[in-house]
């Protein structure tokens, strides 16, 4: 599977997805529920009665059956700002929702992502530490020959093994790596962590090339393209319809109500009726009600607006943050391409010299530990630069990266 596919299963099964859109989902039936104030309401009642009424004079009133049928209607003309500022407030939510929900799949996303690499960093550190291994072993085949030519001693013989048991240790903590990196992956795309993933390899070799933008450019662009911001924007204005809506509450409406019905009675006669009422409502006290509910909805609002420049500030902080690890990554990636080739190149010639008795074993041992360490490095520097391009596009909300940097499969 390539990280494309990773994604685009995670994206369908991560819970975190699924619950997001049920949010926004809920968010469009709360539009629709406060648009229902704008349209009149209909109430149709059919009622049967059968009546034996009793009196005290012994004698018991002749039974009735009533058949009552009405329709009303009820309908708001007009008000202060109610309406539509509950209908705005829905609106607002329903756009915090789904920037919310766009936010969540992001963070799945760079999930996906930064699990992904682990386990590609890790499976390429296996390889390393394999490669250390067979480096390892190759070394002490080379000094028990020495020895039992008398050109190496016991405690050559030795140093060797402990060399080559450290391979073998760095080799198992790596496995063991792998394998919890392999579960978390598992579960990022919705599945169970004993969920086998058979990945594609990661053998693209990496030509770092930072974003064309400078710093300010990243950061005005994740003002205004990160959702996360974008959705506290929304729920800013969301809180200010509230206020709208909650100051609408204590002052008037006008609304109209209509009703017709009709009566029979078995046996008796029939009747119909027709009213229409216009009113007018003024509240005049409400036990200081409407005053607390202004005021709560504007330490609301006050409090929304605080949110936004709390976020504004965390998310610049990790843009900035961001864009300097991506230039260190950078700058690690090229030096550990540099590392690594000097270290192959010394482990090859310290070999030769030491077949050639011109090298002591402490030499070409810790010309092989740094060759492997330098293999480890330049699989980590990898890793740190591929998760930091994800970090960052991540933290601006989408990166433009040149097409020769490091080919992801991720758009």
């Known amino acids: ?52 009424p009793l009196n005290f004079s012994g004698r018991n009133a002749p039974a009735q059956t009533r058949y009552e049928s009405s329709i009303s209607l009820s309908y708001l003309l007009w008000d202060f700002g109610t309406r539509s500022g509950l209908l705005h407030q829905a609106e607002f939510q329903r756009d915090y929702e789904g920037l919310s929900k766009d936010q969540a799949l992001q963070d799945v996303i760079l999930q996906v992502e930064q699990a ?21 072993q190759a070394n002490l085949d080379a000094v028990k020959e020495r020895k039992s030519s008398g050109l190496a001693t016991v405690g050559d013989v030795y140093k060797a093994e402990a ?20 579960g978390q992956l598992a579960v990022a795309v919705g599945s169970s962590p004993d969920t086998p993933l058979r990945l594609a390899a990661w053998d693209k070799q990496e030509k770092p090339a930072l974003p064309t933008q400078g710093i300010g450019e ?25 206020l709208e809506a909650v100051r609408g509450r204590g002052l008037p409406t006008l609304s109209f109500n209509a009703s017709t019905g009709h009566t029979r009675v078995a046996g008796i006669g029939a009747s119909s009726q027709f009213n229409t009422l216009v009113s007018l409502n003024v509240p005049i006290f409400s036990g200081f009600g409407d ?104 933290a601006i909300g989408g990166l433009r990266m040149p097409t020769s940097s490091m080919e992801t499969g991720i758009p």
């Open 291 to 394: 005053q607390a509910a202004n005021e709560q909805a504007q330490v609301q609002l006050d409090s929304a607006n605080a949110s936004i420049d709390q976020l504004r500030t965390q998310v610049e902080l990790q843009v900035w943050q961001a864009y300097q690890n991506l230039h260190a990554a950078a700058a690690g990636l090229a030096n550990s391409q540099a590392q690594l080739k000097s270290a192959q190149q010394a482990a090859d010639v310290s070999t030769a010299r030491y077949r050639n008795g011109l090298d002591t074993i402490l030499d070409l041992l810790s010309a092989q530990t740094v060759l492997a360490n330098a293999r480890v490095q330049y699989v980590q520097s990898r890793l740190d630069w591929a998760v930091s391009q994800a970090a960052l596009g991540h």
């Open 116 to 136: 992904y690499y682990q386990v590609v960093g890790l499976r390429a550190v296996v390889t390393a530490n394999r490669q250390s291994l067979r480096d390892a």
């Open 1 to 52: 599977m390539t990280l494309m596919a990773l994604v685009d299963r995670a994206l369908r099964n991560n819970p975190e997805t699924r619950i997001a859109w049920d949010a926004f989902r809920s968010s469009e039936a709360g539009v629709a529920l406060q648009r229902a104030g704008y349209w009149p309401h209909i109430t149709g009642i059919l009622d049967t009665q059968h009546l034996r």
């Open 163 to 182: 060399t080559m048991a450290g391979s073998r240790l760095a080799l198992d903590q790596a496995d063991g790596q792998l394998a919890v990196a392999r």
């Open 218 to 242: 990243l950061l005005a662009e994740a003002r205004g393209a990160r959702p996360q911001m974008l959705a506290a924007i929304a729920q800013q204005k969301a809180a200010a319809a509230n």
